[in-house]
């Protein structure tokens, strides 16, 4: 039965139309303002509904909606809506990027709900509980969330504004990470694990920072490849400069980017613009050459230790057993080898009464040094006395914990395209504390005192 309730005044003339008639069979609601009307349990078969304004209109319990007419854009046309609008009731459901704008859902279930990517656009949440949902990227623009349960739910990059209505929400703690990190962390708010919101806090926290942009730039994104899709991003939102970045905050999943754009601005489509860049070049940029200088009785540690840093991909390891064959010319195939972004020298005992290992650092090392250069990296993989010559330079220590070592090693060559050239890129650079042309990684200790390799700062010049 069509009813009448109270609604906000702004809705006032759209709330009359709530006269109480049974049944709407073949009516025509064409371009009608319908918003906030309420049609619960009416029979709707052959109703037309085109071009009529249905933002949070009530559907809840109508019958026949399938045989009414809409607009071929209106949200009904999805199944999976359609279905929620009838029965409320979308307890573990996929609504993975449906779109919902200005839907009614006072007093849904929506507990564990997929709401990745939806859009949620000028929508009613009145009393809805959302315990456990994924908003992951969400648009919530003007929503109403008045009263609603949002206990465990995943709130990542999620997409709010000044319009949108957190009074007296139901929360206790929520995630900002819709995946696990190798620790078990979901990046969880408050970050006690014992500690909840109090009433109030999660309303005041977030009214606070909605007109705030926050990016997870996850550890297997390299510098160069975020800034360059920050830049891109940037060119289609004009609204969004470097000045605009407030803060970076490392966390376990990666870097958290805090933009507040002081002018009006899509955040969602600035967001998924600059993700969707980033997995671009992320793909597009061709995989680091590293050079493993080496003796053979090192060989099997080298071929561990090319595993590890070739394993997730980005890094590609020159290795001779794998790129020398029969006929061809050594001495040529290692020169061109050595011009690698990185070359890695194994240092044992064996390898410092080597002439070839002594050959290939020695030249990279002056080649490096008229270069402006730092590409070569000392790494000890059995006890022995460094040479001289690079006894002052940073090495790292593999003769413990060889794993965990490599993998930091990997996670700082990775890290090291930093050279950016476009005025904008420098400006965000700096403005984050990262000069393009030098950066700093930190590297597993590896117990060398003032010599050893506990942090690794890129030279002058970025590597080829």
Not at 96 to 119: I, K, P, V, W
Not at 126 to 142: I, Y
Not at 289 to 300: C, F, G, I
Request: glycine residues 8%; charged residues 25%; proline residues 4%.
């Amino acid at each position: 039965m069509l009813a009448r309730r109270g609604r906000d005044p702004k809705f006032a003339l759209s709330a009359d139309m709530g006269v109480a008639l049974g049944a709407w069979g073949g009516t025509s609601f064409a371009t009608a303002t319908l918003n906030q009307a309420i049609f619960s349990d009416a029979d709707l078969a052959g109703a037309d509904f085109r071009d009529a304004s249905l933002k949070r209109t009530m559907w809840r319990g109508a019958k026949g909606i399938h045989k009414a007419r809409f607009d071929r854009t209106a949200i009904v046309h999805d199944i999976r809506v359609e279905h929620l609008l009838l029965t409320g009731n979308g307890a573990g459901k996929d609504y993975a990027n449906a779109n919902l704008q200005g839907a009614n859902l006072e007093g849904a279930d929506l507990t564990n709900a997929n709401l990745r990517h939806a859009d949620l656009t000028g929508a009613a949440l009145k009393g809805a509980n959302l315990e456990g949902a994924n908003l992951t990227e969400t648009t919530c623009l003007d929503v109403d969330f008045t009263g609603a349960k949002l206990t465990g739910a995943c709130l990542q990059g999620w997409n709010i504004d000044s319009a949108t209505v957190l009074d007296a929400v139901d929360c206790r703690f929520i995630y900002l990470s819709e995946t696990f990190d190798d620790k078990g962390n979901r990046e969880r708010r408050p970050h006690n694990p014992d500690a909840e919101f109090e009433p109030g806090d999660f309303a005041a926290l977030y009214q606070k920072v909605h007109e705030q942009i926050e990016i997870l730039i996850r550890r297997t994104v390299r510098p160069r490849q975020f800034w360059e899709a920050f830049h891109a991003a940037m060119e289609q939102h004009p609204g969004i400069t470097p000045d605009d970045i407030r803060s970076m905050e490392k966390t376990d999943a990666g870097t958290v980017l805090r933009i507040h754009p002081r002018q009006k601005v899509d955040k969602g489509g600035f967001e998924r613009l600059l993700q969707e860049g980033t997995r671009r070049e992320l793909t597009a940029t061709p995989p680091l050459q590293v050079y493993l200088s080496h003796t053979s009785e090192n060989k099997p540690a080298v071929r561990r230790i090319k595993q590890l840093l070739e394993a997730g991909g980005g890094i590609n390891c020159w290795l001779d057993e794998d790129q020398i064959g029969l006929g061809h010319n050594i001495t040529m195939m290692i020169d061109r080898a050595l011009a690698a972004d990185f070359v890695l020298v194994f240092f044992s005992p064996a390898a410092i009464g080597s002439k070839w290992v002594k050959e290939e650092w020695t030249t990279v090392y002056y080649d490096d040094v008229n270069r402006g250069q730092a590409r070569l990296i000392s790494l000890l993989i059995e006890p022995c006395d460094v040479p001289a010559m690079l006894a002052k330079n940073r090495h790292l220590d593999l003769t413990d914990d060889l794993d965990a070592r490599v993998a930091g090693l990997r996670d700082w060559i990775l890290n090291s395209r930093t050279n950016l050239s476009p005025p904008a890129m420098n400006a965000l650079a700096e403005r984050i504390g990262r000069p393009p042309a030098a950066a700093a990684i930190a590297l597993p200790s590896s117990g060398l005192g003032d010599s050893s390799l506990d942090t690794m700062a890129i030279g002058r010049q970025s590597p080829r």
